[in-house]
Nanobody
Framework: QVQLVESGGGLVQAGGSLRLSCLASGRTFSTYGMGWFRQAAGKEREFVAHISWSSGYTRYADSVKGRFTISRDNAKNTVYLQMSSLKPEDTAVYYC????????????????WGRGTQVTVSS
């Protein structure tokens, strides 16, 4: 069982930066691939970024490529999402998720989800 708690969300002006963190419980964190997703009001949840258990592989949605960076520290049971050059359309609740057999760029295979953290980007 893995429990995930996101933090670091908030209100930021367009062009600004935020770093989200996701702290995982349990001793098996390092065996899970981790993903970040987001859900804007009235829209479906969408894939943002994925990182493999070893950090050897990352993948990003086209909409955030070059602006967001996913990373992880297995010693701290934490995955991060560094967000830069933020745009109003990045406004959403951001969720982290863990899974061992995921289908990249989808929600398929992610077994555990956090409750999310709100990111609001003002214009």
């Amino acid at each position: 069982q893995v429990q995930l708690v996101e933090s670091g969300g908030g209100l930021v002006q367009a062009g600004g930066s935020l770093r989200l963190s996701c702290l995982a419980s349990g001793r098996t964190f390092s065996t899970y691939g981790m993903g970040w997703f987001r859900q804007a009001a009235g829209k479906e949840r969408e894939f943002v970024a994925h990182i493999s258990w070893s950090s050897g592989y990352t993948r990003y949605a086209d909409s955030v490529k070059g602006r967001f960076t996913i990373s992880r520290d297995n010693a701290k049971n934490t995955v991060y999402l560094q967000m830069s050059s933020l745009k109003p359309e990045d406004t959403a609740v951001y969720y982290c998720a863990a899974g061992r057999q995921v289908t990249i760029s989808t929600m398929r295979g992610y077994d555990y989800w956090g409750r999310g953290t709100q990111v609001t980007v003002s214009s």
